[in-house]
């Protein structure tokens, strides 16, 4: 069983700001420190599972957080962008059973969401055959591509919230909670106890789990918090402006819309 495990900070037990996921600001190493732990119990659960290729991918800013001596022997890592238009989920391929989403964040303008934003901050909202999705989704859709579905989500509330309704029978584990610019913690000793358990449950049980596709033919509409980025991504081949704000793009192929989404944004 082969486990692709995307780590986001924005989820990560504890985390409220973004200065605290920032290289280089005063508590970015602690909220680091819990990125690891969090990313290896994650491992442990895969492991109890019986995983025999766990490939652990750095998602955030950077995506340089990470680093391999503070994980379990076992995992791989990818660390830095590849400059290719798998972003998030580089690496990730059809010899894969399962895609694990650790530390993540619910999509943009989500009531009572942590630091919640969707890829970009440029965009307000990102549909894909109108359906309005957060950054997992459009993440599981690359892995839907390739037939592997989305097992597990830890991070805020309000993202497992939209993780269950996305994805049949994932398990998630919601760490904190938001209260407008605040969040509500759980501890994260406790996390890291359910986020291994809920990885072990998840992976064990994953044959209630399906890869995550919308149809055979994809419209992908992006509304920009801005009008600028609409207006240039007009340009591209295909595009269409459909408001002051918004781009819609279709394809059969949601490679193409892969392509139109990274070079729009
Ligand atoms: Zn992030």
New binding site residues.
Partial sequence: MRVFICV???GISGVTTFEE?MAGKADYEYFRRQMHKETNAAIKGALQAGATRIVVRD???SACNLLPEELCVEAELIRNWSGGLYGMMEGLDDTFDAVVFVGH?AKANTPHGVLKHTMSMKVNDLRVNGLSLPEIGWNALIAGYHGVPVVFVSGDHAVCEQAQALFENVVTVPVKEGRGLAALHRHPEKMRMFIEDGVKKALLERSGCKPFVLGDEYTVEIEFNSEPPAYRGEWYPGAVRTGNCTLQYSSLDFMDCLRFFEFVT
């Fill in positions: 986001d900070m924005e996921t998602g955030h800013d964040h």
